[in-house]
């Protein structure tokens, strides 16, 4: 399943999840998570943030999410969709979407390079 990484910078790429969604979504937004759905260009995606974002001084705005679900959001993001209730991935339409819309990264991510990307940041 493929998700998008958005982090605050404005870097994106595409994720490559694994079963365990859950804490796939918590390791890309170094967090528990809080939905927010998309509203904008996205409309009917999900986004996910860390719910503690907006409390957290290492955190800077995320402007990609923001517009998206119009609400001021921070850190980390990630955009997915679900079904049911059980995160589903983007489909094959939501990829050409988001590489029309923003600047991605070609190659997809595994889910340990995002873990890697925080660990950077915290140490800078």
Known sequence: ???LYI???GFA???EGSDDTLTDLQTMV???IEYYPCVKHASGMDCW???E???RRDFQPNLVASVETGLVLRGSAVISRSKDGETTG???EDVQLWRTLIDIDDVPKPIAAIAELH???KIE
């Open 1 to 3: 399943m493929i998700h």
């Open 7 to 9: 982090d605050a910078n």
């Open 13 to 15: 790429a595409f994720v």
């Open 30 to 32: 170094d967090g528990l």
């Open 49 to 51: 943030v860390n719910e």
């Open 53 to 55: 974002g907006g409390l």
């Open 90 to 92: 983007l489909t094959d």
């Open 119 to 121: 660990e950077i940041r």
